[in-house]
């Protein structure tokens, strides 16, 4: 009981700053009819009731699954296995990302159907999961987070000269809509629970940096499309 108090009072601390400036703008300058005061404090009780939901079953849902595969796979002999895994668990988990999704289809509509949203879920979906990989290496082989982070954006500098400009800025939304809710809560507890489990690792050093690089992965991949598609424009 205590722990879902936790997590109402922890949503009240976040939301109330926004309502104290909608009032602050509905007395002063939007003064809505009645009726719009009443959908948008439905709304905002939706998102609240959403919140508390979604949170208390990431604390004692995904975390705690996130954790104990972890641990298990840590613990293995082979741990060069943990690269494929790295690779299958973050293809589905970016395929799975409801945020993913909308922002494909966003991209589709925007795009009147030339970019399709199945061809930019699949390549979101790849660069995560190759990105995840990578991150399973580095547990594996104790690489250090600057030699992939630091040559992962220079590489990114260089491909914004080469892609296309319409990718430029979906390739940065798209990094952040893949640190979504999957990635954040499954992705990042399974990999902190493998540097736990494996003596030679520091779960601190080597369990972060994961959300880093999934953000990193999809502005490369999709700015790798744009320099795909601008030269099979000429």
């Known amino acids: 009981m ?5 997590i109402i009072i922890e949503v009240f601390q976040a ?12 007395l002063r300058y939007l003064k809505l009819p009645s009726f719009e005061v009443l959908k948008v404090s439905a709304g905002i009780l939706m998102t609240a009731i959403g919140m508390i939901l979604f949170l208390y079953g ?26 494929p895994v790295g690779f299958i668990l973050g293809y589905m988990a970016t395929f799975a990302e409801p945020a993913v999704r909308v922002l494909c289809y966003q991209i589709e509509k925007s795009s009147s159907g030339y970019l399709q949203a199945k061809l930019m ?23 250090p987070f600057l030699y992939i982070i630091v040559p992962g954006y220079l590489l990114v500098l260089i491909l914004l000269w080469l892609s296309d400009k319409d990718f430029i800025g979906i390739a940065f939304d798209a990094g952040g809509v893949a640190t979504g809710p999957m990635a954040v809560t499954f992705l990042m ?13 520091n779960a601190v050093v080597d369990g972060f940096g994961l959300i880093a690089m999934i ?20």
């Open 215 to 234: 953000a990193l992965a999809p502005i490369i991949f999709v700015m790798l499309l744009g320099i795909y598609v601008k030269y099979k424009r000429r």
């Open 2 to 6: 205590g722990e879902i108090i936790d």
């Open 15 to 26: 939301l109330f700053p926004l309502i104290i400036f909608f009032v602050f703008f509905q």
């Open 189 to 201: 507890s399974m990999v902190v629970g493998m540097a736990s489990a494996h003596t030679e690792r």
């Open 58 to 83: 990431v604390y004692n849902g995904f975390f705690p699954i996130g954790l104990k595969i972890g641990t298990f796979f840590g613990s293995i002999e082979h741990m060069w296995i943990l690269i």
């Open 121 to 143: 879920l699949y390549t979101l979906s790849f660069g995560v999961a190759v990105f995840v990989a990578i991150a399973m290496a580095k547990i594996v082989y104790g690489i």
